[in-house]
């Protein structure tokens, strides 16, 4: 028989690792909730219909397709309505054989998109909601790349207040500064990089370019200029782009307003990307207005030292998927190396996919599963989340196992989480398991304890023991 495992690109989490996750998945709806963010879940699967189209050549290569399981053969007149709706996704006759007609969703917010236009009728506007589910990617794993993750995303819909990006930005901002994730945020407009194809001769090729400049940091000027070139771009349009984005390209992050001003000076003959530049600003004033830091950078501790966390303007930030219309922004993890672990933007006419024209929407996505490595590699999860309990009884049997269960049902009484050993193992046993769960507290409830109605506390960080009343016990528990 084989050995057993699980498919490439996803992963087992133990108890322990677990705890961890949730430990996030907690932080991130706290602060949803606290901005007015409604939940809302969607299936697994959507139509493949659904999500073709939607994110690109690249994405749409990346989509998990679901075979039809032939159970049930097809009326004709199913199979007419299926090849009339790829018709209108690929905008020409359709005829094959369908295989598949289903896909794990890709991410969540298309399916949030379709959500809203099936019950737009229902839903009171601007309507703000937040989602925390798996999706699924055909991708190659590799460090921080998953086939199968956790998605976390906010979005409101049915706005195009300004107010709306900035409030996402604190949201980021609060999230990794409780997390303890030292991060720079990097802003961004899709109006602008509009009016850098513009200025640079090519509006018609915008997507090419910001799928090339997208790249900018991992294959640097000659590798996007080489992209740039077998699109059609010629010597004089890159370097005109390279102008645009300053400093030879490189993605270096400048104070907000000084990088803004250059870049509306060099904009002047770009009706859409002066409109970029001076939405941008107005998001940064809104975020002054209302985030905790004044919108001034924050000081993170990080081992030994501290690492200076805010947010930056990035030109060459581009962001690959093609339904941004305004703000883009992406997060990065400092002192780890790591991709995004974060990002998003406007999207005005996201539903206008489905039929819905002209409901503007904004949204942001938090990677948990690169959360999760970033806080592992930076140690910044708390030290008990681990042990789950808080503490453990021993269990020495006979009255001794009658008197720890009436103590174990106090603790719990007084909300602190607690375990007995099920059994009357040896003490040394017991000790061992106490020790490989990572308690902080071990409880013994000997003979001495129970003729005294007290109960000795044995404090595993530091070693010290104690006897005590179950009174004082409960308050030392409780102080953590």
């Keep these: 028989m084989s050995k057993p495992s699980i498919p490439q690109g996803t992963r087992d989490?133990?108890?322990a690792e677990v705890r961890k996750r949730q430990y996030i998945f907690n932080t991130l709806r706290a602060i949803f909730e606290l901005y007015g963010f409604q939940p809302l879940e969607t299936p697994a699967?959507?139509?493949l219909t659904t999500l073709t189209g939607k994110y690109g050549e690249e994405g749409d290569r990346l989509i998990f397709k679901i075979l039809n399981n032939g159970l049930h053969e097809k009326k004709e007149e199913d199979k007419n309505k299926l090849n009339a709706e790829w018709e209108k996704v690929l905008s020409k006759p359709y005829s094959s054989p369908v295989v598949t007609e289903r896909a794990l969703r890709y991410d969540l917010t298309i399916p949030f998109a379709r959500y809203v236009v099936m019950n737009q009728n229902d839903l009171a506007f601007p309507f703000r909601r937040y989602q925390m589910q798996p999706v699924w990617r055909a991708d190659r794993p590799q460090k921080g790349r998953y086939r199968e993750f956790w998605q976390c995303d906010c979005d409101v819909v049915g706005s195009t207040s300004l107010i709306n990006e900035a409030e996402l930005l604190c949201i980021y901002e609060e999230a990794f500064v409780k997390l303890g994730v030292p991060f720079i945020i990097q802003v961004n407009s899709r109006k602008i990089l509009a009016g850098m194809a513009e200025l640079c001769g090519h509006p018609d090729k915008l997507v090419d370019m910001t799928v090339a400049i997208d790249k900018l940091d991992k294959i640097g000027r000659a590798g996007v200029e080489g992209e740039l070139l077998g699109k059609g771009f010629d010597k004089n349009a890159i370097d005109r782009l390279f102008v645009l984005l300053g400093e030879g390209g490189k993605p270096i992050y400048f104070s907000k307003q000084e990088q803004l001003d250059e870049l509306k000076f060099k904009m002047n003959g770009s009706e859409i990307g002066t409109q970029g530049v001076k939405e941008l600003e107005q998001i940064l004033e809104y975020h002054k207005s209302i985030s905790k830091y004044g919108g001034r950078n924050i000081d993170?501790?990080?081992?030994?030292?501290?690492?200076?966390?805010g947010i930056?303007?990035?030109f060459s930030l581009a962001r690959g998927l093609n339904y941004y219309t305004g703000m883009i922004v992406e997060v990065v993890a400092l002192g780890v190396q790591m991709g995004s672990i974060g990002g998003g933007g406007r999207y005005d006419d996201l539903t206008g996919l489905f039929g819905l024209k002209n409901l503007s929407g904004v949204g942001v996505?938090?990677?948990v599963d690169r959360i999760y490595d970033v806080m592992d590699e930076l140690q910044v999860f708390p030290d008990q989340l681990?042990?789950?309990?808080?503490?453990?009884?021993v269990n020495f049997g006979g009255e001794n196992e009658t008197y720890a269960l009436s103590i174990l049902q106090q603790l719990r009484a007084s909300n602190i989480a607690a375990e007995i050993y099920p059994d009357a193992a040896k003490f040394d046993k017991q000790m061992k398991y106490a020790n490989k769960?990572?308690?902080a507290y071990v409880l013994l409830p000997g003979d001495d304890e129970r003729n005294n109605k007290k109960i000795s506390v044995k404090n595993f960080a530091t070693g010290e023991q104690k006897l005590m009343s179950i009174d004082d016990c409960i308050t030392t528990l409780a102080a953590g």
């Design 13 to 15: 989490f133990s108890p």
């Design 45 to 47: 699967m959507e139509n």
């Design 300 to 309: 993170m501790p990080l081992g030994d030292g501290a690492m200076q966390s």
């Design 312 to 314: 930056n303007v990035s």
């Design 365 to 367: 996505s938090f990677g």
């Design 386 to 393: 681990a042990a789950g309990a808080q503490a453990m009884l």
């Design 437 to 439: 769960r990572g308690f």
